[in-house]
C-alpha cells in the first residue's frame, strides 16, 4: 500500500521561503512521478510541480517558474518542493500525489495522495 506524507507547510510573510517534504513509503515498481498540487478556498486542485523517479525530467507550473523548484531523494523516498519568493495567492493547501502515468499535470491520473499541508503566506 502506497502512503504518502507531507510536511512543510506555515504561515510565512510575502518574499519567504518554505521547503515541503513528501514522503513516500510503499513505492510502487511502476510508479512514473511524484507532482504537486495546491488547492485554495473554493478552487480546483491545480497542478504546481512534479518528477519522474528517474533520470532529470522535471515539469512547472506557468505560475511558479523560476521561484519553485521541485528535487528528490530516491535513497529516502523523498520528494521536496522548495517555494521562494513566495506571493499571497501561494496560500492553498498543497499535497503530494503519486502516479503511474506520463499525465503528471492532471490529477485524476494520480493513484495515491497524501493528507496535504496548509501552506499561508500573509502580505
Known amino acids: 500500500q502506497v502512503r504518502l506524507v507531507e510536511s512543510g507547510g506555515g504561515l510565512v510573510q510575502a518574499g519567504d521561503s518554505l521547503r515541503l517534504s513528501c514522503k513516500v513509503s510503499g513505492r510502487a515498481f511502476s510508479a512514473s512521478a511524484v507532482g504537486w498540487f495546491r488547492q485554495g478556498p473554493g478552487r480546483a486542485r491545480e497542478f504546481v510541480a512534479a518528477i519522474r523517479w528517474t533520470g532529470d525530467s522535471t515539469h512547472y507550473a506557468d505560475s511558479v517558474k523560476g521561484r519553485f523548484a521541485v528535487s528528490r531523494d530516491n535513497a529516502i523516498n523523498t520528494v521536496y518542493l522548495q517555494m521562494n519568493s513566495l506571493k499571497p495567492e501561494d496560500t492553498a493547501i498543497y499535497y503530494c500525489?503519486?502516479?503511474?502515468?506520463?499525465?503528471?499535470?492532471?490529477?485524476?491520473?494520480?493513484?495515491?495522495w497524501g493528507q496535504g499541508t496548509q501552506v499561508t503566506v500573509s502580505s
Open positions: 500525489g503519486q502516479t503511474t502515468t506520463l499525465r503528471v499535470s492532471i490529477p485524476s491520473f494520480y493513484q495515491s
